[in-house]
């Protein structure tokens, strides 16, 4: 059976955004949800970009798979508050590794 875990990073959003998201997401999708413990550790430095004063999603997602090594039933999902980008996108909502 699929499962999410929701993984804030370096910050506490846990006190109203991932209840929140763990109630849809378990209704919605019909499966478990359980809120993992923030991340209080940098990201490796190579997500960071200085030019832009900005995190390089695709970067983060890595950094959060190697982490978070899973099943292919459980899915991870990092909520962050910090200004990232993709590629030529000046500012991203979300990032999804599919495989």
């Not at 699929?2 to 209704?27: E, G, N, R, V, Y």
């Not at 099943?71 to 990092?78: E, R």
Request: hydrophobic share 40%; aromatic share 10%; proline share 3%.
């Amino acid at each position: 059976m699929m499962s999410i875990i929701i993984q804030p990073i370096s910050f506490d959003l846990t006190s109203d955004l991932a209840p929140l998201l763990k109630t849809h997401l378990s209704k919605e999708f019909n499966v478990s949800v359980r809120i993992a413990s923030t991340i209080n550790e940098t990201a490796p430095f190579n997500s960071f970009n200085m030019q832009r004063n900005q995190w390089n999603s695709s970067n983060i997602l890595e950094w959060l798979l190697d982490r978070n090594k899973q099943d292919g039933s459980t899915k991870i999902l990092g909520l962050c508050d910090f200004d990232a980008y993709s590629n030529d996108l000046n500012f991203v909502f979300g990032e999804a590794n599919c495989t």
